[in-house]
Structure formats: structure tokens, C-alpha cells
């Protein structure tokens, strides 16, 4: 990569030179029966350049491909906006790197799905299938200011879907980390409880009550707190948190902050995709605004700190030619101090959304949100009692961040779309409102 980047030096004014390698092996097991079992190698070079005053891309699979520069400079002729910026701040060291996940072969991840496969039949039979992917990436990265750096990432993620007769998922389960982690029997056996109580299904009332937002439903609603903290959002005047700073936004008892540090983390990261170490910005302290989440340049515009988020990732691809753009890293809803089972004990009639469609529709910026429930059982007397069917949530967070009554203590991946986001416990809303055909 240095020749590269030393060939690239002596055809413009200044760049930053990008690489990223992943090694990915995926399993899936569909009643205990290997489904498919896939292994890539993938090699990105991502150039970002200035030439007399204007800003060029291009990308490449070849450290040998000399032609990215001369594709870089084409495509700054044509390309509207400020030169890029780019910074040298020294990186720490992070815990996102598993030695013994990365020497496991295919065969010993097989296992641990098949394993797992097992253990799930124990506590009912029903039709399942898992899917494991583990992936190894080495990332580097050089500036003309001085940056040179590189760091190793591992991740696993185990998903597990059970499915109805009809063929339908009726539950599922995600979770991921930068280092190995087993899934409990405790966790096998709640998955597969959820799966005998969705047998069962319940239409419900339209009207105000509370609901239940499992962990890894709250990525629907994060996602629109994540693009009001959005320092670019802020600078464009088209965040309702614009002026909210040091002001209460939420219930007092909601924490929240992004984390691109957090200790094997599934998205923890040395540095981000501009080069900007990463750390914990506290986003929500005791339902007061603390911080937004900046970039290089939304950190010029609203002369604030550089967070560490920008990444090559939009909501529906995560590819090396991605500009660099602002987005969460491991975005946490810190537990709260009521226990899981205490949160929906005295609900008298309520639900729980496990999982929703329509995360990505609705202006997201402005807080509003109308999700269809596509995972969700009704409570009663303070229990689970079957699966909810044509129901659909919805609101403004700005407004319901106020009516939070109570935050668990098992956090769990948040999903928003086709990727994670962040880890959240089950949160407790009252008087929300529900669309049902009851």
C-alpha cells in the first residue's frame, strides 16, 4: 500500500489513501442440515484527493492499479463542493480483535451452529434456521498529514429464525460481537417460548397504551434520534434538535451514547473511515441533550468536536466505494434499574414489539415514525399472552422519549434495516399510539 500511496502523493496536492480486507465465512443450517456454507475474500482501495483546489474519488481491487489516481482526478472535474479535509489525531488501542475467533476453521463453525441447532430442539420442536457469519478485517489507512495507521477487526453474528407451518418467520434473534460469544440455554429457551405463544393470535384496539419496545425493535426509533444528532442534519437546519443542547428531551431516566470504542463491541473500530479515532460520545444524560455526532466537516460548520462516525455505509450498503458519511457505531441505550420481568408485570392490556416494517419510511430526521408490527405479542395481566397481528405503532419520538416509564437491564442488538446499530434493552413507553383492527 505504501507505493501506492507514495505514487499517489506525486500526482496531487494532498489524499488519503484507504484499504480494507475482509475474510467472511457464512454458515446456515436449516433443521440441523447444512444449507449453505460460503467463504470470500474481499480487497478495497478507496482514494479521497484534492488537485488545484477540488475533490476526487475513485476505488480499486489492485494495490498495483495506478489508474485510481487519474480516475480520482476526472472525477473532481466534475464534482461540486469544498476540497476535503484531512486530519492526523493519534488512535488508541481498542478491543475489537478475537485470535481464537479468527483461527476457527469452517469446520469448528459449523459445529457451533449445529450445536446450537441441538440445544434450541430440546426445548420444543419447531422448524428453525440458523445462520453464523464470522468475518476477519484487517483496515489501513494514509494521509498526506501524517496519518498512518492500521488495525484488525474480527465479528460473529449468530441470527436465529424459527418458522411457522406456513413458512413464515415467527421469531427471531439476533446477536453479534467483535469476539466469540455463545448463545445461553436461557436465551435458546425464550426464543423458542415466544415461537409456542405466536401459535396463538390476537387482533387489538386502536387507541393510546403502553407498549413495550424489546431491544432489538428499539432500532426503529433510534434511528431517528441518531439522524436528529446528526451533525450534518444540525448544520442543514433540518434537525428538530438544532437548538435543544444542554436542554431535557427525554424522560430523566433515559442514557444514551454512541460508543466506537466499547470493548468487542460488534461495530468497535480503531479509527473511522476518515481516519478520526473513535470514542464515547454521550448523546443523552438523564433525558438532557448532551452531544451531537460529528464528522470532519459538520465539525467545521458547527465548530464542534470530530466524534468518530464517519463510515462507508449508507442504510442499505456498506461498500468500499461509500463516501464516508455520518452514522452510529455501537449506539447504546444504557440499561436502566427495573429488572426485564418487572417491565411489563403490571401492564393490563398493552404489547410488545419484537419486531417492525417500515424503519426506513416516514421523515426520519423530523422523529416521525408509523411501524408495522411484524413481531409482536399482546400483554395481559402483565403477561405474553399470544402473537399481535395487523397492528402498527406509531408517533413522534420527540414527543414519546417523554412518556418512557421504564428501561430494562438485558441489552440486546439493535437492527435498523439490513444492519445493526447499536445495543438497547426493552423499553417501556405509555400512551402510544396503536393502530389495531379489533
Do not use: W
Not at 452531544?291 to 462516525?309: H, I, M, P, R
Amino acid at each position: 500500500m505504501k507505493n501506492l500511496f507514495d505514487y499517489i502523493k506525486t500526482q496531487v496536492d494532498d489524499a488519503e489513501l484507504y484499504k480494507k480486507a475482509d475474510e467472511i465465512i457464512s454458515i446456515e443450517i436449516k433443521q440441523g442440515h447444512i444449507k449453505a456454507v460460503d467463504g470470500k475474500d474481499v480487497v478495497g482501495y478507496s482514494l479521497r484527493m484534492n488537485k488545484d483546489g477540488k475533490g476526487g474519488t475513485a476505488v480499486s481491487s489492485s494495490e498495483d492499479d495506478t489508474s485510481i489516481v487519474d480516475r480520482a482526478i476526472t472525477s473532481s472535474k466534475y464534482r461540486t463542493g469544498k476540497p476535503f479535509k484531512f486530519l492526523h489525531e493519534e488512535a488508541g488501542n481498542v478491543q475489537c480483535y478475537d485470535s481464537k475467533l479468527a483461527e476457527m476453521t469452517a469446520k469448528e463453525l459449523i459445529a457451533i451452529a449445529k450445536s446450537i441447532n441441538d440445544r434450541l430442539n430440546k426445548f420444543g420442536d419447531i422448524t428453525s434456521q440458523i445462520s453464523l457469519e464470522r468475518t476477519i478485517s484487517h483496515v489501513e489507512m494514509m494521509n498526506t498529514v501524517g496519518l498512518s495507521d492500521a488495525y484488525k477487526k474480527t465479528h460473529l453474528k449468530v441470527a436465529i429464525a424459527t418458522m411457522s407451518e406456513s413458512g413464515f418467520v415467527q421469531n427471531a434473534y439476533t446477536s453479534a460481537f467483535s469476539s466469540y460469544f455463545e448463545i445461553s440455554d436461557k436465551q435458546l429457551e425464550d426464543i423458542v417460548n415466544k415461537h409456542m405463544i405466536s401459535n396463538k393470535t390476537h387482533q387489538v384496539e386502536t387507541k393510546r397504551m403502553p407498549v413495550v419496545f424489546s431491544g432489538k425493535a428499539m432500532g426503529a426509533l433510534m434511528t431517528r434520534l441518531l439522524a436528529g444528532v446528526n451533525g450534518e442534519f444540525i448544520s442543514k437546519g433540518v434537525s428538530p434538535l438544532e437548538d435543544k443542547k444542554n436542554q431535557v428531551i427525554a424522560s430523566d431516566i433515559l442514557n444514551i451514547s454512541d460508543e466506537g470504542n466499547l470493548p468487542q463491541g460488534f461495530a468497535t473500530i480503531k479509527f473511522d473511515d476518515e481516519g478520526t479515532p473513535t470514542s464515547k460520545t454521550t448523546i443523552i444524560e438523564k433525558g438532557v441533550l448532551k452531544n451531537f455526532l460529528n464528522s470532519v466537516s459538520s465539525s467545521e460548520k458547527l465548530e464542534g468536536k470530530v466524534t468518530g462516525n464517519a463510515q462507508k455505509k449508507t442504510m442499505f450498503s456498506k461498500e468500499i466505494e461509500n463516501q464516508p458519511l455520518l452514522d452510529s457505531t455501537n449506539f447504546m441505550v444504557h440499561p436502566g434499574k427495573t429488572s426485564d420481568a418487572d417491565i411489563i408485570k403490571d401492564i393490563d392490556y398493552g404489547i410488545y414489539v419484537d419486531g417492525v416494517m417500515g424503519t426506513h419510511t416516514g421523515n426520519i430526521p423530523a422523529g416521525e415514525y408509523s411501524l408495522n408490527v411484524s413481531i409482536g405479542y399482546l400483554i395481559e395481566k402483565g403477561k405474553l399472552t399470544g402473537k399481535v397481528v395487523d397492528a402498527m405503532v406509531s408517533g413522534n419520538i420527540y414527543e414519546d422519549l417523554f412518556k418512557i416509564k421504564a428501561v430494562g437491564q438485558k441489552l440486546e442488538l439493535m437492527n435498523v434495516v439490513f444492519y445493526p446499530m447499536g445495543y438497547s434493552p426493552m423499553v417501556r413507553f405509555d400512551e402510544i399510539n396503536v393502530v389495531g383492527t379489533k
